[in-house]
């Protein structure tokens, strides 16, 4: 069963950036949509962005023109770049794989890291 590792959370102020990672241990990455979700306490995980595998990629709303996914193939990473972070930002976000892309419905991800927490301050 694959393994996806998060890193690269932290804190931030608002305006900030941050990068996210996902590691990969196999090559899954190369084939399957990738996505990013988050989740705060209480709340229901959202979908962030996704990745097909042909490249396609799709970002909810709120995100669109502030976060970037991106992948490398040959360290089978993915990415988050976080720009112009706001508050409303702060979650625990995690990378999730699918053989299909499943947009922003969890269910439709198979396989999942342990998440990496995000904190914006105003």
């Known amino acids: 069963q694959v393994q996806l590792v998060e890193s690269g959370g932290g804190s931030v102020q608002a305006g900030g950036s941050v990068s996210l990672s996902c590691a990969s241990s196999?090559?899954?990455?190369?084939?399957?949509?990738m996505a990013w979700f988050r989740e705060a306490p209480g709340k229901e995980r959202e979908g962030v962005a996704t990745l097909d595998s042909d490249g396609t990629t799709s970002y909810t709303d709120s995100v669109k023109g502030r976060f970037t996914i991106s992948k490398d193939n040959a360290k089978y990473i993915l990415y988050l770049q976080m720009n112009n972070l706001k508050p409303e930002d702060t979650d625990r976000y995690y990378c999730?794989?699918?053989?299909?892309?499943?947009?922003?419905?969890?269910?439709?991800?198979?396989?999942w890291g342990q998440g990496t927490q995000v904190t914006v301050s105003s």
């Open positions: 196999t090559d899954i990455i190369n084939t399957y949509c």
């Open positions: 999730a794989a699918a053989p299909v892309c499943g947009g922003a419905d969890s269910n439709a991800y198979s396989d």
